[in-house]
């Protein structure tokens, strides 16, 4: 069956399996993000039934968070040894020898199954962040390695999502959920995005102004770091070093006259031309500290819809649409 047309801004509900075969056509979808169940045990304790009043297997359990090896995991698992690629097959089919028929294997079935879809529909520029925790994060980077292949894995992020149990006896108080990060390939958007400066690196680093308007900068470097003979000049009665200036004697020359060049001098205002010059790195001019891959300031949402965008987190996505920001056609599924 041939997917059917859908236009922006499309919710729909039900078994997103279904939805994404008859729905969504070959790569049309920009950016993926998932938020499964985790097949941690939680539960919800909403069901949903369809139009006709008949409770959907798929949807009971994405609730109760639980899955078991039953008919429709069977059925699955059997679709996936004989319809999906061979790698794909020989993958799942290591992982049931592995693993056994248990819970863990029908969740990891599910999963497959979508992840096939998603692969098929994703972009070649497009981007997949797989939302999940310690549970089952090994093994679906297994089946995302198999479907993806591994040269597209960019990224494990780690998302503190919360402050530490007090109830933690055992162990170490689980904080943390993973974010597994795809791409389609090699053509795949990314922006990297930037925060703002810890105050104790601001403090130590950029703590001189020279009160003209232009605000704090830094010191830096102004040598090269490797020889250059070109570099190997004489400035304002500074001797060259050893590997000569960072800079053509034009640049050396645009940045003295923007102010840009900070100057050792003597308590007379002489230049002191025993020591060295360096450049000037304005705060505001700079991007501010790159995102990493640990996440210690997204909050969670606090008000959590339980509807088919069940625990979406607003600023977690907001973050990942900037990261991969196009003219996106998304897909949530959850």
Not at 38 to 56: A, I, M, P, Q
Not at 266 to 280: E, F
Request: charged share 25%.
């Amino acid at each position: 069956m041939s997917p059917r047309p859908i236009t922006e801004n499309t919710l729909f509900y039900g078994d997103n399996l279904i939805i994404l075969r008859e729905h969504i056509p070959s790569e049309s979808v920009d950016l993926i993000y998932l938020d499964p169940p985790f097949n941690s045990s939680r539960s919800y304790n909403v069901l949903f039934k369809d139009e006709h009043g008949t409770e959907s297997e798929a949807q009971i359990e994405a609730f109760e968070d639980t899955w078991h090896w039953n008919l429709e995991a069977e059925h699955t698992y059997t679709e996936l040894l004989t319809e999906a690629p061979d790698h794909i097959a020989k993958m799942i089919e290591s992982l049931h020898g592995f693993i056994g028929t248990n819970q863990m294997m029908a969740y990891l079935v599910m999963m497959a199954a979508r992840l096939v879809e998603l692969h098929r529909v994703l972009k070649s520029t497009g981007s997949l962040y797989l939302h999940c925790d310690p549970t089952a994060s090994h093994y679906l980077k297994i089946i995302l390695d198999t479907i993806f292949s591994p040269q597209n894995f960019r990224n494990e992020i780690i998302w503190k999502r919360q402050s530490a149990h007090s109830d933690a006896k055992t162990k170490f108080a689980d904080v943390t959920d993973t974010i597994l990060f795809y791409v389609k390939s090699r053509e795949a958007k990314f922006n990297p995005q930037y925060g703002l400066h810890d105050p104790k690196y601001l403090e130590t680093f950029y703590r001189f102004d020279d009160q003209d308007g232009r605000g704090a900068y830094r010191l830096d470097n102004i040598t090269s770091p490797n020889p250059r003979p070109n570099m190997m000049y004489e400035w304002l009665g500074f001797p060259w070093p050893q590997k000569g200036w960072r800079y053509q004697r034009e640049t050396m020359q645009k940045l003295h006259d923007e102010g840009r060049i900070w100057y050792p001098r003597h308590k007379d205002g002489t230049l002191d031309t025993t020591k060295r010059p360096a450049v000037k790195r304005y705060l505001n001019e700079q991007e501010g500290s790159i995102i990493t891959n640990a996440w210690i300031d997204i909050n969670p949402s606090t008000v959590r819809m339980l509807s088919v965008l069940a625990t979406q987190h607003k600023n977690l996505l907001h973050c990942l649409s900037e990261l991969s920001k196009q003219a996106a056609i998304r897909v949530t599924l959850c």
